[in-house]
């Protein structure tokens, strides 16, 4: 869309790009949509502001926040694959908004690719979320969107987006109105200038803003002050271009109040009317974050004390709304998210900041003997099946739905605590060898079930500090995974594997063989190791137990204990209760 309406000159790098917006590194590696955007372009003399939003729900706080500035939604689903979980989640949030939905199959070049049935099951799903029969009403485009061409016939599709923008101008309503009323934008997301400070960002609901006009900041709840707008700022392609005045309709940045929050209305001072907040979903998974303090603190870090994580999450609570984090005292900090990969990718972000920090074993929400649910769906090889039923067997899943895709794909969809659910992805991707799609969508919270006994073994701890030597590393490798390979810096309660039987076990992982002459130091060089085991953020936070802590640095991530002296682990144990 913004190739073809000349956003960008023949000569600029966007024109051989596919991810224009996701301009985050982290997007771009993963894959996915984490922060909403929002852009404009130009199509027969009509401005259209275009807002990308997240599709997972991890990110269903970027995703609340911004609605509030469409009319409308582009639906897009793929013809193989069809409606997902996220799918489902973000149908449901725009047709609560009041959105008018614009369905687009896109992928139909696709050699699995079933437009027919994927249709009917997005019609299918309009029937369960509709809360009015107009929901039941929605126009349908295909498209190829690699190749930038689309159709409202399946058999015609055109070779360019012509289709598609036509209908949108067709379908969408006209945000240009009320221009004589006086101005009123609700605050949807933040930015930051190092020269002008915080920006918000919003659309204009009514009237006019302009550069140098007094305008009034509230909440439903109370006026907050007066402030002059510095500047003005509107979105054109992918940059911010300022202008002297906005109207209705536009979605504008505004610099000129410190204490801008996402939530609050700018208003005319001739009638100061607050607009209603937005709501967010409650987020279910909570983590402590702390300062690192392993032996190894402040080795490669820039950010490294307590202070500093302070003011970094502060900075995040500002903008990040599916986020809570408070302070608990002793440094330590409470972060409660929406999901693992919600709360990985802020951990991930920091890390790539320069800061240093540990990290307790996520911790589910429990509410009134409530806890929250999961519906997972699952796009499996058939000849894979038996490892996904078994493993969601283990973890008390209830098989909803199991179907026959075609092309050798089965489906099953699973209602699971989000306790039990915790670790699944990333045992069936290693399971069913990368070929498993797992999805997720929060169901709210369901009566408590019973939890899981510890799923995994042992680990291997090491009691001593130094480098961990080849020699050493081979004696280790017989009792279990490691996690450590030859050189590798280690300390004393460091995690340096996974033991092969249910009790941890310390380890020295340091000790040099004693050579005693050249043919066996010749030997020693020749021993081959397997590979260390390497964990992402994620796969760390699935793995570490209560008693365990994932430190994270710009350069490593190490498990380890929360007590690192054996004497302390011993001492601790003692005063646990038995029986």
């Known amino acids: 869309m913004l190739k073809q309406t000349h956003t960008f ?12 917006l996701d301009t985050n590194p982290l997007e771009r590696e993963k894959g996915i949509t984490i922060l909403a955007k929002n852009t404009a372009v130009s199509y027969k003399g009509v401005k259209i502001n275009i807002i990308d939003t997240p599709g997972h729900a991890d990110f269903g706080g970027e995703v609340e926040r911004v609605l509030n500035m469409a009319d409308a939604a582009l639906l897009i689903v793929d013809a193989a694959e069809g409606p997902l979980p996220q799918t489902r989640f973000v149908l449901k949030k725009a047709l609560e908004a009041g959105l008018k939905i614009i369905v687009v199959i896109n992928k139909i070049d696709r050699k699995d690719a079933r437009p027919k049935e994927v249709l009917a099951q997005t019609e299918e799903l309009f029937l369960k979320l509709a809360t009015h029969h107009k929901h039941l009403d929605f126009p349908v485009i295909y498209a190829i969107g690699r190749e930038g061409r689309s159709g409202s016939d399946l058999n015609r599709v055109g070779t360019d987006l012509s289709a598609l923008f036509d209908l949108i101008l067709a379908e969408v309503p ?4 009320n221009l004589e009323e006086p101005g009123q934008m609700l605050v949807s997301t933040l930015d930051y200038d190092p020269h002008l400070g915080k920006i918000g960002i919003g659309r204009i609901r009514r009237g006019k803003l302009a550069t140098g006009k007094n305008v009034v900041q509230l909440t439903p709840e109370k006026k907050l002050g007066t402030f002059r707008v510095e500047k003005l700022f509107v979105s054109q392609g992918i940059k911010r271009v300022p202008v002297e005045e906005a109207v209705a309709g536009d979605i504008v940045g505004i610099a000129g109040a410190p204490n801008i929050e996402i939530g609050q209305t700018i208003a005319d001072p001739a009638n100061p009317e607050a607009l209603p907040q937005m709501k967010i979903d409650e987020p279910t998974l909570r983590i402590t974050l702390g300062a690192n303090t392993s032996p190894f603190a402040g080795k490669d870090g820039k950010f490294v004390t307590s202070r500093q994580l302070g003011e ?3 900075l995040e609570k500002e903008k990040n709304l599916g986020l809570r984090i408070r302070e608990i005292g002793g440094g330590s900090f409470e972060v409660v998210g929406r999901g693992e990969l919600h709360l990985a990718i802020l951990l991930e972000t920091m890390r790539r900041e320069g800061y240093e920090i540990q990290v307790s074993k996520p911790e589910v929400i429990l509410k009134d003997k409530t806890e929250p649910y999961e519906e997972v769906t699952i796009d ?5 099946v038996g490892a996904v039923t078994t493993e969601m067997g283990r973890r008390r899943a209830m098989l909803v739905d199991m179907t026959a895709e075609g092309q050798g794909n089965t489906r099953m969809v699973y ?30 919270y369901k009566a408590a079930g019973e939890a ?9 701890v090491s009691f001593d500090r130094g480098k961990a030597s080849n020699y050493s590393l081979e004696n ?10 030859p050189g590798t810096e280690v300390y004393e309660g460091m995690v340096v594997g996974l033991n092969s039987r249910e009790n941890d076990m310390e380890i020295s992982v ?14 020693e060089i020749k021993v081959g190791l397997t590979p260390p085991l390497v964990m992402s953020i994620e796969q760390a936070l699935d793995f570490i137990e209560d008693d365990e802590l994932l430190e994270i640095t710009p350069h490593s991530l190490r498990l380890r204990k929360k007590l690192l002296t054996h004497l302390d682990r011993v001492r601790q144990q003692r005063k646990q209760p038995h029986g």
Do not use: C, H, Y
């Open 9 to 20: 000159r023949a000569n600029e790098a966007e024109m051989s790009q596919t991810t224009i």
């Open 174 to 177: 006209n945000a240009v109105q």
């Open 312 to 314: 970094r999450l502060e």
């Open 380 to 384: 499996v090889p058939d000849e894979r």
């Open 415 to 444: 209602e699971i605590s989000q306790r039990n659910l915790m670790g699944a992805r990333n045992i069936l991707l290693t399971q069913t060898k990368g070929t498993v799609l797992f999805n997720t969508l929060s169901l709210g």
């Open 452 to 460: 899981l006994e510890k799923l995994r073994n042992g680990v291997l």
């Open 476 to 485: 280790a490798w017989e009792r279990g995974i490691l996690f450590v390979g």
């Open 510 to 523: 340091t000790k040099e063989k004693n050579l005693t002459n050249m043919r066996q130091s010749v030997k």
